[in-house]
């Protein structure tokens, strides 16, 4: 075969298996068998592999997930992704209605779709083909996940229809079904590896995995819900869902035209009974300005369109038995009751525990032994007990009261706030045993290979009471335990070595301080830059550090007064764990390493001097314009083949005001 037929041949069924693909996953209408899908897929794979100059990231071929990458890319979004103000009764929806209609002149209508619990995506697309999926984030920047989003074969990796602007973004909700969310949590469960909560959660710790074939697998979906671009072909979102579905989006399963609050209600009280059957987490319903030109009028606060709003459905509640309190300790020592409770079904998993909060709130509930309560879940995640039908309750039954001894080592507990404490924090089991998993987790130390059930192994064995025991660990201690053997234990002991090198600020975070979580960690060590000046330092001097306040600075004294705390890090220094800032670590991370071609003249700087600053402030700048490139910043007159370059690999060009704005 000549190359030029190759070529032809490799499009030509490149073709073929995405118009499959749609038939298939986005239609529910398949025309091709699934044995000659792969019959084709094949010979595509081969014809590919043979002939690698005709490579393409959105070839069908992609849709198994290519290798496994080492993280993922801070980007910044082109239009920022803000959140949606919400609402959780009709008269909230209805002060909202009366509140816009007295902004505009003109008589508008609305855009009323459901509204999914997933994680939001936003899909940049340059002449139809994907070339960027980016997380939400902070809504300014979000995480580059472009190989993974390739694997959902409800996201179209090329778009249909002659009426695509050259550039347009599609944002929507990455999802996954009840029925698979069952499925992978059964199939995690039987491996003995992490459960997920909700379907959402799953959703978000999938497109975070670091091996894109572990998402294929997974099979994710996605609903386009907002189209954004200049030139768009519509003007109005009704009309914008049709040519999201025209252009081979999944768009919302029912989304109507209505003119007035009577037409939405109709709207929320039927998916408010339908959405229990939905094949799919939905939390609501989001009302929309339909036409755009008043949607541009009513404009944006910092955080949400003026011109949406969220209508959220009352979170479901059932009634159940409560068989058993259950006191657990955390991390910090802290106390949680836990009621154990007659299995129950509610929005979408079966219930079988639920937290009590703490004291205060039992005294509230009154509760009883044997009392039937009533359970929600807390933003859909959490379940909770909220309330007891006392009709119900024998009139003999006992008040359940708290304790006030540590369940696990007996210790008096100490009341800090609404909270019991238990302060063991040197023996308490359980305590010591979530602070090493704490310590090597993946946003600490990330010490791979170190999980629960190890580490419970490594305890009862005698081999680790607190984290720099393992610091002291040999293969040798390893490799004769239940389910290790020489190899893993090799692994395991290679890992703890190589966290050695993990920053100052992730051991900060490690040490697991109550309040200082990973962001807190990193602002403290920039200013600091060692632990023994975070040591000596005065509250004032710790709460000076802007985002740090009195709480988190008065744990960090109590931390360092504690004899066993210091002998610890001591005991972790003498390990060559960092406990200062490396050189690099001094720079001001405010561009993420993103990596950026200057071109033109500047205001502000000379070439060299923005260089330093890009430098200085977290960001590298490289010489020509590739697809690793972030930005492209022109300055006065910048080179016309950089800037054509740039477009045409879909490279944002951004001004010397736009950089000035992002390092402020
Ligand atoms: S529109 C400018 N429509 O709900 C805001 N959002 O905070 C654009 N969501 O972040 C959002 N279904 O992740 C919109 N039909 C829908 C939606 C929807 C789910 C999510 C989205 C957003 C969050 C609200």
Known sequence: MTKEEANKKIEALRKELREANYKYYVLAQPDMSDYKFDRKLEELQKLEAEFPEFY????????VGGEPVSGFQTVKHKYPMLSLEKSYNIQDLKDWINRISKLVDEKFTFCVELKYDGVSLSNRYIDKKLVQSITRGDGIYGDDVTNNA????????VLRGDDVPYEVFARGEVLISRENFERINNEQAQKGETTYMNARNLAAGTLKLLDPKIVAQRQLDYVAYFMLGEDL?????????????EWGFFVPHDYIKAENLDQIMDFILDWGVKRFDFPYDTDGIVVKVNEFDIQEKLGYTAKSPR????YKFPAERKLTKLLSVDFQVGRTGKVTPVANLEPVKLAGTIVKRATLHNEDNMKKLDLHEGDYVYVEKAGEIIPQVVGVDKTKRKPDAKLIKFIDHCPVCNTPLIKQGADYFCVNTATCEPQIKAQIEHFVSRKAMDIEGLGPEIINLLYQHGLIHNVADLYDLKVDDLKDLEGLGEKSAQNIIESIQKSKNQPFERVLYALGIRHVGEIAAKLIAKHFKSIDHL????????TAIKGIGEKIAESIKTYFSNPENIALINRLKQASLQFENREE????????????????TFEHFSRDELKKNIEQNGGKVVSSISKNTDFLLAGNKPGPSKLSKAQNLGIPIISETDYLKMIE
Do not use: C
Request: aromatic residues 6%.
């Open 56 to 63: 393409d990231p959105n070839s069908p071929t992609q849709r």
């Open 150 to 157: 390739r694997t959902i074969r409800t996201l179209p990796l």
């Open 233 to 245: 072909p519509v003007d109005n979102q009704y009309d914008a869902l049709k040519k999201l579905e």
């Open 307 to 310: 011109w949406a709003m969220a």
């Open 535 to 542: 040591i000596h330092a005065s509250p004032e001097e710790i």
């Open 585 to 600: 670590e001094n720079i001001i991370d405010k561009l993420h390493d993103n990596k950026f071609v200057i071109s033109g």
